[in-house]
């Protein structure tokens, strides 16, 4: 059974950072691609990042490119969401989701239980 | 950036009753979409895949249809499960994105 467990939200001041885990078990890892999703309180999805299977290319949405990176530890089965300089419109619930394939632009059928960021004062 | 579209935002139904909702995209994704199911407090559920496969133990009253730019997903026969928030997605071309939802209620 795939199960993906985030850790490493919480509250943060703007300007900040944070660094959020997702262990993932279940399957083989390094052959799929994994993705962060996000979403505001009481709001919709937001695509945020994805990494492709070996770790070697990832992808942004522009609302976080240049402030947030994507990585992944294929020998520890855990991709990485650092996240820096944030504001007040990243506090999300944040989740990280496993692709259905090799691809890294691909639907994602499971996804970890998700981990708050509040970025506050 | 592909914006999809979704209608209606929300409606009300009874359980029985079928319904079908909409996802509309800015420009053609050709059947790159998928659609996915929230309950509160829970993470999305995918339930279907390349705008008409359904996913791994999703129920036969879940259907998609659609290909360019309109797609449906019908539920034929509501169960009382069913009412939750229903999202679409497209990965024809980065960014990956979402509908802002359609949020299904009981009567």
């Known amino acids: 059974e795939v199960q993906l467990v985030e850790s490493g939200g919480g509250l943060v001041q703007p300007g900040g950072s944070l660094r959020l885990s997702c262990a993932a078990s279940g399957f083989t890892f390094s052959d799929y691609a994994m993705t962060w999703v996000r979403q505001t309180p009481g709001k919709g999805l937001e695509w945020v990042t994805a990494?492709?299977?070996?770790?070697?290319?990832?992808y942004y949405a522009d609302s976080v490119k240049g402030r947030f990176t994507i990585s992944r530890d294929n020998s520890k089965n855990t991709v990485f969401l650092q996240m820096s300089s944030l504001r007040a419109e990243d506090t999300a619930v944040y989740y990280c989701a496993k692709a259905a394939g090799v691809l890294t632009r691909d639907y994602y059928p499971s996804w970890g239980q998700g981990t708050l960021v509040t970025v506050s004062s | 950036e592909i914006v999809l579209t979704q209608s209606p935002a929300s409606l009300s139904l009874s359980p029985g009753e079928r319904v079908t909702l909409s996802c509309r995209a800015s420009?053609?994704?050709?059947?790159?979409l998928g659609w996915y199911q929230q309950k509160p407090g829970q993470a999305p559920r995918l339930l279907i895949y390349?705008?008409?496969k359904r996913a791994t133990g999703i129920p036969a009253r879940f259907s998609g249809s659609g290909s360019g730019t309109d797609f449906t997903l019908t539920i034929s026969s509501l169960e009382p499960e069913d009412f939750a928030v229903y999202y679409c997605q497209q990965r024809s071309n980065w960014p990956i994105t979402f509908g802002q939802g359609t949020r299904l209620e009981i009567k």
């Open positions: 420009q053609s994704v050709s059947s790159h």
């Open positions: 390349d705008a008409s």
């Open positions: 990494v492709s299977g070996s770790g070697t290319s990832a």
